[in-house]
């Protein structure tokens, strides 16, 4: 069984605030914040509290909890963040391109005529620019 936090996690350390995350929502099982790299104005991560691997260690319930958060989300980046549409994005095992081996759910805004293409070329994120859009997602 996966134990509830992995210590060399660096997303279970961001559960636990012990490095820091703008974080836009959270729940009993759930959390969500802004991702440093992002594809796209608002993009966000939502993970589960609970350390799971991918999607498939994820516990179901766990699982269900960060659709409905990653659903919550991707309303806000609609109504205030004037997205057009959004990318709801897992990647599961390295060869998906996964990275961080916490499951979490890309919630990526989408916007008239934007030039992303999947996958996205990480790059270095505007702090300032990230932090204006986490403050328009909070609750
Ligand atoms: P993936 O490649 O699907 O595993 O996605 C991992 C995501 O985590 C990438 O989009 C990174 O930009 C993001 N990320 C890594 N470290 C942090 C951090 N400390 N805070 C927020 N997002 C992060
Ligand atoms: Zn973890």
Redesign the pocket.
Known sequence: MTPERDPDC??CQ?VAGE?P?TVIAEDERTIA???????SRG?A?VIPRAHARDVHDIDTDDLRAVAATAQTVAARVIERLGAAGVNL???SGAAA?????HF?M?VIPRYEGDPLRLPWV?ASGDMAQIAAAGEQLKP
């Open positions: 660096l997303f961001i490095i995350a914040f802004m991702d440093i790299n992002p594809a993009h991560l994005l897992n990647s391109w996964q990275t961080v081996f979490h890309h990480p």
